[in-house]
């Protein structure tokens, strides 16, 4: 049977884009389909204009700091409406690029939803048909609301970057990173941020004693932090929220960001009657190279509700390309991937956590927690950690936790070292670059715990 296309991508993020891209410059006959904007989650209501507002956020500290340096500046006003114009733009240049990657391969695109008729053939939402001889879903994830009363008088990450104006006041709902993530930055605009999380520590599946410190400087930075708290209901109240918790308070709220979870977008895309299988939260279920239930169909990124991270789905497309368009079986490798959280303090972090560590066989911890010395003369409390889960039968750090300013930048460095199998000895040999925060990872000489 000819198809029309060697390849068919549903979804025009990170991932499906990289994919579609390659395949195509490899000689393919590929197509997308996208109903919304290029880019997807990452670049367009993501990691993108989060970082950007990360930045945004950090400036008020910054004119404080430069105060105590002798610079004699005053703190101005955060304007809304000017940052909001520059990141819309900034967006649409982005999403721009990805387009005229796309056109530059050679790849056909539909700008519109698809949904599947049967193993190689994608039906378009303006009922055209397209055949192609692999399909690969990247239709990414969604946020989800978590179910309560009143909860569509909430607002998710999605939305954040389409106010029209920034609240007075907004309670974040949830306690991984983009709940922690958005509390520092409404707080650093200058948003009165309360955070209720169910649990007892947020950012829970990351190092215990690293967490702990990010939570408490962000307490110390004026968010409103409540753990072991849920929301019972919401109701509309004038032009404010009023918010009933489980912990037996009440309050009212300009806003409420719900941050309580990802969906995998498989909803209507007729995937279980061609016969993908899915997963108990609808994620499209895959085999080590990607590969669905039915051996023409593969999928990659947050559909797959693998590892949910940018650079990953971007990997797993390539090994997707070299598997299946260049006879290269390729498993995308998910194990040691360095991380950054970008909250207020940031941290960064590859491999296993002590408790992970220490569940799996005997550890050496070293550990060292300071007052950086540029915060520290601008008079800041703030404290910084830098960490080493160690093996004491291998020597090899099996983990690396750094909470810090630039930390996102430093793990990516370390990474490099764990990744490579490095031992304790080979951080040891390393010579301290002085004065930095980082130096601390290779001068620390005696374990602070061991178990």
């Given at each position: 049977m000819a198809f029309d296309y060697d390849l068919f991508v549903i979804g025009g993020g990170s991932g499906g884009v990289r994919a579609a891209r390659v395949a195509?410059?490899?000689?393919?006959?590929?197509?997308?389909?996208?109903?919304?904007r290029y880019g997807g989650t990452c670049v367009i209501r993501g990691c993108v204009p989060k970082k950007l507002m990360v930045f945004a956020s950090e400036y008020a500290g910054v004119v404080e700091d430069a105060k105590s340096y002798g610079w004699a500046i005053e703190p101005g006003q955060f304007d809304w409406d000017v940052f909001r114009g520059r990141l819309n733009d900034e967006l649409d240049r982005l999403e721009n690029v990805y387009r005229n990657l796309l056109k530059n391969s050679g790849v056909e695109t539909f700008d519109q939803r698809a949904h599947l008729e049967d193993a190689h053939t994608v039906v378009l939402a303006d009922g055209t048909k397209k055949t192609a001889k692999h399909i690969l879903?990247?239709?990414?994830?969604?946020?989800?609301?978590?179910?309560?009363?009143?909860?569509?008088?909430?607002?998710?990450?999605?939305?954040?970057?389409?106010?029209?104006?920034?609240?007075?006041?907004?309670?974040?709902v949830g306690g991984g990173y983009i709940a922690s993530e958005f509390a520092g930055i409404l707080n650093g605009l200058g948003v009165d941020v309360t955070q209720y999380y169910r649990g007892a520590q947020i950012l829970r599946g990351f190092d215990d004693e690293a967490r702990g410190l990010v939570s408490e400087e962000m307490c110390q930075r004026g968010v409103n932090l409540h753990l072991g708290t849920d929301i019972i209901d919401l109701q509309q109240e004038g032009d404010k929220i009023r918010v009933r918790a489980t912990n037996g308070k009440e309050a009212l709220f300009d806003?409420?960001?719900?941050?309580?979870?990802?969906?995998?977008?498989?909803?209507?895309?007729?995937?279980?009657?061609?016969?993908?299988?899915?997963?108990?939260?609808?994620?499209?279920?895959?085999?080590?190279?990607?590969?669905?239930?039915?051996?023409?169909?593969?999928?990659?990124?947050?559909?797959?509700?693998?590892?949910?991270?940018?650079?990953?789905?971007?990997?797993?497309?390539?090994?997707?390309?070299?598997?299946?368009?260049?006879?290269n079986p390729t498993k995308p490798d998910h194990d040691l991937i360095p991380t950054a959280i970008f909250t207020q303090p940031e941290m960064g972090t590859v491999g296993l956590s002590e408790e992970d560590a220490r569940d799996q066989e005997p550890i050496e911890v070293y550990a060292t927690s300071f007052k950086p010395m540029q915060q520290s003369f601008a008079g800041r409390s703030e404290r910084v950690l830098m960490k080493l889960v160690v093996s004491q039968k291998t020597r090899k750090v099996l983990g690396c936790h750094i909470v810090a300013p630039g930390a996102g930048e430093m793990i990516q460095l370390a990474g490099i070292a764990v990744k490579m199998g490095a031992t304790k000895e080979d951080f040891d040999r390393t010579v301290a670059v002085h004065p930095t925060m980082s130096e601390e990872l290779v001068t620390m000489k005696t374990p602070v715990r061991t178990g």
């Open positions: 195509a410059q490899d000689g393919a006959k590929v197509a997308l389909a996208e109903e919304d879903l990247a239709t990414g994830g969604r946020p989800v609301k978590p179910g309560v009363p009143g909860d569509e008088l909430g607002i998710t990450s999605n939305d954040i970057f389409h106010l029209d104006e920034l609240p007075e006041s907004i309670l974040i806003k409420v960001m719900f941050a309580t979870g990802r969906a995998p977008n498989t909803e209507g895309l007729g995937l279980a009657e061609v016969g993908v299988e899915l997963g108990r939260k609808g994620e499209v279920v895959v085999d080590d190279y990607s590969q669905t239930a039915v051996p023409s169909i593969y999928a990659i990124g947050d559909v797959t509700d693998r590892v949910n991270l940018t650079p990953v789905a971007i990997r797993e497309g390539m090994a997707f390309v070299e598997t299946v368009f260049k006879g």
